[in-house]
Each structure stands twice: as C-alpha cells, then as structure tokens.
C-alpha cells in the first residue's frame, strides 16, 4: 500500500517511496482534479494505491472526508476520469452531509481543469430536488454523461441551449453519448423522485 499526503507542496512523504511504473505527473494530475472537484474535503488526503498501465493508470485517493475516489489517468498528467469509488457513510447507512459529498440543489456551472474535456462532481440529493449541470458546447461536438446513483434511484435529462429536450428523462444506470447540434449552454439535470436523500456521482465530457 503507498500512501502519500495531498499536502499544498505536494512533497512526497517519507512512507511513499517511488510510484513504481506510475509517475509523478500522473499522481499530480490526479490530485489536482480532486481538488478541483472534491470541495473543502478534497483539498487533503492520502493516495491509497497506484496501478500502471499504457493507457491510462489507476490511482486510488482518499479524501479528508473518508470518500474513496477513482482515477484513471494518462501518465503524463492527462486525466480521463475522476469518480466516487466508496462515498464516505455516517454510520447509518446514509451519507453525511459534512462527510466529503456536499448536499446540492440548483445550478451549477460546469469547468474544465487545463487540457482535460471532462470533468466529475458528486453531490447529495435530497428527496423531490433536482440539481443542473450547465456547460457549454459546440453543435457537432459529442457529449458523454455517466450518472452513477448510491443508495437510491435517480433521473436525469438533457436540456439543449434554447430549452427543447436533446434527451428525454432517463435512469441514472443509463450512459448518454450524442451528438449535439446546437451550441451554446447545455444543460443536465438530475432529478430525486424518491423519499430519501440519494448520493451521487456524474462525469460530463466533450468531444
């Protein structure tokens, strides 16, 4: 097991030797999306394992909330996904709402990190609300959406930049990939029809 602190410097610990096959930048890249993405908690960690490969490497982090996190990266630094392995439970088989996955409603604007076309949030739903992803694209560019759902149960949709359906409520276990044909901001809304709060994480990229 290497671990390592995600301190500010960035300076390795003396328990974490060299990352074998898998290299500095690629670690870097990964920490640095977390941060991006994993609010207050994800400022801080450890990373729990790292496995090589040509393509993209696997990099294992724990943030300071105790939410496991999966990253698949390029070795120079590139990351092609950063999700929610195991969110951080309270004890009764619920997420804590200060526990790493913030509680989310609303809108929100969705950001890039520097030479990456995607990006991954986690929220918590609470029953009967709904939060929307907004980024913008390009007619002819493809967007991909993965919801993944814990716990629960959710929907989401698709909103074109003039407010028609570019696609029609689905279940989170359900991928989209398409075609856009208008530009402008795009919108994507999860939606919470159940009776209790549902935890989640969503990757939005463009092509």
Same mark, same amino acid.
């Given at each position: 097991?290497?671990?390592?602190?995600?301190?500010?410097?960035?300076?390795?610990?003396?328990?974490? /030797?060299? $990352? &074998? @096959?898998? !290299? %500095?930048? =690629?670690?870097? *890249?990964?920490?640095?999306?977390?941060?991006?993405? #994993?609010?207050?908690?994800?400022?801080?960690?450890?990373?729990?394992?790292?496995?090589?490969?040509?393509?993209?490497?696997?990099?294992?982090?724990?943030?300071?909330?105790?939410?496991?996190?999966?990253?698949?990266?390029?070795?120079?630094?590139?990351?092609?996904?950063?999700?929610? /392995?195991? $969110? &951080? @439970?309270? !004890? %009764?088989? =619920?997420?804590? *709402?200060?526990?790493?996955?913030?509680?989310?409603? #609303?809108?929100?604007?969705?950001?890039?990190?520097?030479?990456?076309?995607?990006?991954?949030?986690?929220?918590?739903?609470?029953?009967?609300?709904?939060?929307?992803?907004?980024?913008?694209?390009?007619?002819?560019?493809?967007?991909?959406?993965?919801?993944?759902?814990?716990?629960? /149960?959710?929907?989401?949709?698709?909103?074109?930049?003039?407010?028609?359906?570019?696609?029609?409520?689905?279940?989170?276990?359900?991928?989209?990939?398409?075609?856009?044909?208008?530009?402008?901001?795009?919108?994507?809304?999860?939606?919470?029809?159940?009776?209790?709060?549902?935890?989640?994480?969503?990757?939005?990229?463009?092509?």
């Amino acid at each position: 097991m290497r671990s390592k602190v995600l301190a500010l410097s960035l300076c390795i610990s003396p328990t974490f /030797a060299s $990352a &074998a @096959d898998v !290299g %500095q930048d =690629a670690i870097d *890249g990964c920490i640095d999306q977390l941060r991006a993405v #994993g609010g207050p908690d994800g400022q801080s960690g450890t990373v729990l394992s790292t496995e090589f490969s040509e393509a993209n490497s696997l990099v294992m982090l724990q943030d300071k909330g105790e939410t496991v996190w999966r990253c698949l990266v390029s070795n120079d630094g590139q990351v092609a996904e950063l999700s929610v /392995a195991q $969110a &951080a @439970d309270d !004890g %009764q088989g =619920a997420m804590a *709402g200060s526990g790493g996955i913030p509680v989310v409603s #609303g809108t929100q604007r969705v950001q890039f990190a520097a030479g990456t076309s995607g990006a991954a949030m986690s929220g918590t739903l609470n029953p009967n609300i709904s939060v929307s992803y907004v980024l913008g694209a390009a007619d002819g560019q493809f967007m991909r959406v993965d919801v993944g759902s814990h716990g629960g /149960a959710l929907d989401y949709k698709i909103f074109n930049p003039d407010g028609s359906l570019l696609l029609d409520l689905i279940s989170s276990d359900t991928p989209y990939r398409g075609q856009l044909w208008q530009s402008g901001d795009h919108v994507v809304e999860i939606l919470n029809a159940g009776a209790k709060p549902v935890t989640f994480d969503i990757g939005i990229g463009i092509e």
